[in-house]
């Protein structure tokens, strides 16, 4: 903190320059920007002191080099009437004493302000605010261009809402309608080429689905002299239904419904978000994308339906050219379908990977073409990798069917590349509501006209805090593919016929081979051998690699082929998939609901006072800022928390006075905690590995630690057992998280999670016990087969490797304070609830021994286990009860090959594999599972 004596004297002197100045000036009102204020943006909430900021003070920022004495600052213009500047400035004018004396004061005058100005009382070192949005280390190319484009984190975060029409040197008018005006400047003309029904119908991708079609329905017991008849008449139907299809489908982008829709949405925006706030730097940087002609591909995380039109939004105030947007065709309703479409939305089928949607080959083909041809035609293009809003707070695993489509447009030579951005919006407060009712088991009401319009009325009447945009980096879909270790050959397959049945590639493109790029002036990208999924260049050494035993996050299986695709190209999407959420996740800005949500929520859930609420969010702020990660807030903690409080209400965050204090505490009744979990759960992904290790090491211990507080008990803890514990666990939530990207190495982060907990003095390693000194790969040229013992030997003790790389096991001494332990149990209920709920499926689950069941009875099922296990207070975390990670331990269930489900008029039946039809398998499966719950 700064000295209350070193504050007041700075005031007390700018008092005495305040008045010297409107002395000598005889100014009745002073600039506006001639003030000692306080910096928010500060990242401990110091005071900054500034000095003059008048518009004569011209003086260079950041240059504290006091002005010499020989010469006057070379800032103000000193207007004394009866001298010329140059005589002022060499001292050789004669004049009265009198003048003279006011003109020296004068001169001192301005040198006292040029010192303050240039050197203030004291300074204070500014922690620069995270930088976001950066190219992964695994794309050399485009991180070399994103970094050799300027600063990308010099420049600050601005309101998109706070326009230069509404500055006062602006005339009346234009301030009076400063968004109207500030609409009408920007260009929005930008060319939209028109991409007609007969160009699409045309190409032979089409024909050929129309010739499946057709064949799969004329009877097998049609005369032949009339099959020719039955196929024109089949022929002259199926390609009538694609004309209705894709009028329904397409985008229709209209320059003056984007400029209207722009003001409109200012005037709605402003009403309902103090701000919308996105950085300089990644806006530069999309703009410089824009300029090379290459699609922009826009990838955002789906939170909001506001989603759909927040983005066009932004680059409408940026100037860039409109994307297409993938929208659901529940969301083409009266004239809200209009003005989605008109703003470049696109209206799809939200279930493609179902059987019914599978079946329908015309259809997948048309969605193909449509995408693959508006991506050849220059048309930027916005998706959601989730495939829906997220119900749960923290990202979705990402779905395969429409980057399957973008990667098989490069691959067939449609498109030459493409920039991929991926996105992160964060909101205060969602304007969505609530997934309450879809989380307890209840189904989705659909949308409609009057209930958006019902909607749109209640929620103009609600502030909803602030909203946060961040965009990573651009990088190369070509440079992605080529870097991939998975040959063209295996991808466009014999088994891949919509890959091959390109039959326009000389006209339009040609098949691309991974080891050859179009343009070699483009992107050179050499690729050395090397194990790793994604090959690391030669002179990139800090460049990750995988290396381990994969354990790659699940993803969804659908795609617009079907079943035609290889096993490579699936991979491929996948891996490009998660990469994509991985990026988009940590480019996220944590909103001060998030905060408050997830202190009350797993450090303090019985209650805390305000001075121990803020210093815990100031704690966790600054532990994020630490991680890299920024947050959408400033200010000080108390009014951080407040304001949180007061978005959340007093549904989901209850204040009461207890012995005269006031509490906060959170509300933890169904269904309640489950909104409230929701604001917390964004923080999952920050820390996932950190609560995975502490889980982990509270599962290996068969002890209690908070008896051993403070103390040097003697418990100790292998470092091959935490592991191996860990990647476990790690397995157990592949459908919950994506824990690394897939050119990274999750045993590393796991390693980076207990080094943590040995900073803070929890573990502290044993050399005695251990076998050596370091469990770790010395040198640039290690075996990369061999990087971990627990993966690579059954037996961690042996001496894996040569003299200079070795790795060996680690023990570790537990040393439990209340602080560390503190830490601990926060991370620890991270989990719990998601680990109760699995526990209670895997329960669930010995109802049906023998037996199918729906799954959306099975989730029932395993609710009503939970509401009787939360009554008997066995379980404490009510949020367990949600819907989606009960259907996640399904899918973990499914991979395990613990269930198998099968398609039976539309609903999906579970039934137990053979090795788990027993009550005896399933105990001993639930028992592995109750072992992590602490």
């Known amino acids: 903190m700064i000295p209350n004596s070193q504050i ?59 002005p010499s004495n020989s010469c006057r600052p070379s800032g103000p213009e000193v207007r004394l009437e ?223 339906h506001v989603d759909y039109l927040f983005v066009t939004w932004v680059l409408f105030n940026c100037q860039i050219p409109a994307p297409i947007v993938a929208a659901g065709e529940n969301l083409n309703m009266p004239v809200f379908g209009a003005l989605l479409r008109g703003t470049g939305g696109f209206f799809i089928k939200r279930r493609l990977e179902s059987n019914k949607a599978r079946r329908d080959v015309l259809y997948r083909a048309l969605l193909q073409c449509y995408m693959s041809h508006s991506l050849h035609a220059g048309y930027n293009l916005e998706f959601f990798i989730e495939g829906g809003r997220t119900r749960t707070g923290k990202p979705a695993m990402p779905k395969g069917g429409l980057l399957s489509v973008i990667l098989d447009a490069y691959l067939s030579g449609m498109l030459d590349d493409a920039m991929i951005v991926p996105i992160a919006i964060n909101y205060d407060k969602l304007v969505d509501g609530n997934f309450i009712r879809e989380q307890l088991g209840q189904s989705k009401v659909p949308e409609s006209f009057w209930g958006a319009v019902c909607a749109i009325c209640k929620v103009l009447s609600t502030n909803y805090g602030q909203s946060r945009i961040d965009f990573g980096a651009p990088f190369s879909l070509k440079e992605f593919v080529q870097l991939s270790r998975i040959p063209v050959a295996q991808l466009a397959a014999s088994g891949t016929t919509l890959l091959s049945n390109f039959a326009g590639a000389a006209s339009k493109g040609h098949h691309r081979s991974l080891s050859s790029p179009v343009a070699a002036s483009h992107l050179t990208v050499q690729r050395p051998p090397s194990i790793s999924s994604f090959a690391a260049p030669a002179s990139s050494s800090d460049v990750p690699c995988t290396t381990d035993t994969q354990l790659l996050p699940a993803m969804s299986n659908s795609s617009l082929f079907g079943t035609e695709l290889t096993d490579e190209f699936r991979e491929l999407v996948k891996k490009l998939g998660q990469h994509i959420v991985f990026d988009a996740e940590r480019c996220q800005a944590m909103m001060s609901s998030n905060l408050v949500a997830w202190v009350v929520s797993f450090q303090h859930r019985g209650g805390a006072t305000l001075p121990l609420l803020s210093a815990a969010v100031h704690d966790l702020k600054t532990l994020l800022q630490q991680r890299g990660r920024d947050v959408g807030f400033t200010g000080d903690s108390v009014d951080v928390v407040k304001h949180a409080v007061r978005l959340l209400g007093p549904s989901l965050i209850r204040t009461e006075v207890r012995d005269g204090v006031t509490v906060y505490s959170p509300v933890t009744c169904l269904p309640n905690v489950i909104e409230l979990n929701y604001y917390a759960n964004a923080l999952l992904p920050v820390f996932a590995i950190d609560a995975i290790i502490a889980v982990s090491l509270q599962s290996i211990l068969d002890c209690e630690l908070w008896p051993y507080c403070d103390t040097e008990p003697s418990i100790t803890v292998e470092l091959d057992k935490l592991m191996k514990r860990s990647l476990r666990l790690c397995e157990v939530f592949a459908h919950e998280f994506v824990l690394y990207a897939p050119c990274g190495n999750l045993s590393t982060r796991l390693l980076d999670a207990v080094d943590r907990l040995c900073v803070i003095g929890f573990l502290s390693e044993n050399k005695s016990l251990s076998r050596s000194l370091s469990r770790r790969y010395h040198g640039a040229s290690a075996h990369q087969d061999d990087f971990d013992s627990w993966q690579v030997t059954n037996e ?139």
């Open 82 to 304: 009866n001298y010329s500047r140059t005589e002022r400035m060499q001292g050789s004018c004669k004049v009265p004493s009198k003048k003279h004396a006011e003109a020296q004061r004068e001169v001192a005058l301005y040198q006292r302000l040029a010192v303050f100005k240039y050197q203030p009382l004291y300074r204070l070192k500014v922690q620069r605010r995270p930088v976001h949005g950066e190219v992964c280390s695994c794309l050399p190319y485009s991180r070399g261009v994103s970094e050799s484009a300027g600063a990308w984190g010099e420049l600050g975060h601005y309101n998109i809402l706070h326009v230069t029409t509404s500055d006062p040197s602006q005339h009346w008018f234009t301030r009076y309608c400063c968004y109207l005006v500030h609409c009408s400047r920007l260009k929005v003309n930008f060319p939209y080429p028109a991409i007609s029904n007969q160009v699409i119908l045309e190409d032979d991708r089409i024909q050929t689905a129309v010739d499946q079609v057709v064949n799969e329905s004329i009877p097998e017991d049609l005369p032949v002299e009339k099959r020719a008849a039955s196929c024109r008449s089949l022929r002259t139907m199926q390609l009538a239904r694609a004309h209705r299809i894709l009028n329904d489908m397409k985008a229709a982008i209209s320059t003056t419904l984007i400029r209207i829709t722009g003001y409109v949405l200012f005037k709605v925006f402003s009403r309902l978000l103090k701000s919308v706030v996105v950085h300089k730097g990644q806006l530069e940087a999309i703009q410089r994308a824009s300029k090379k002609g290459t699609p922009l591909i826009f990838v955002p995380l789906h939170r909001s």
């Open 796 to 934: 961690p003790c042996d001496v894996v490797g040569n003299e200079n790389n070795m790795l060996y096991t680690v023990v570790y001494n537990v040393l439990p304070t209340t602080a560390t332990l503190s830490c601990l149990t926060t991370f620890s209920n991270m989990l719990t609830p998601l680990l109760d709920a699995y526990c209670s499926t895997v329960e669930t689950l010995q109802a049906i021994v023998g037996t199918k069941i729906p799954e959306k009875e099975l989730v029932a099922k395993t609710q009503l286990l939970v509401r009787e296990r939360l009554a008997d207070e066995s379980i404490k975390f009510g949020e367990c009860i949600a819907a989606d990670p009960i259907k996640n331990c399904i899918k973990m269930l499914e991979s395990e090959q613990v269930l198998q489900s099968s398609q039976q008029d539309g609903d999906k039946l579970i039934n137990l594999t053979t090795p788990y039809n027993s009550l005896e398998a399933l105990v001993v499966l639930h028992d592995s599972l109750a072992a992590f719950r602490v």
């Open 8 to 66: 007041d004297n700075g005031r007390r002197f700018h008092q005495d320059v305040m008045a010297v100045y409107k002395e000598r000036f005889s100014f009745q009102k002073l600039p506006s920007n001639f003030s000692i204020r306080q910096k928010n943006h500060c990242s401990d909430g110091a005071t900054e002191l500034n000095g003059l900021a008048h518009s004569n003070f011209a003086y260079k920022q950041n240059n504290y080099r006091r």
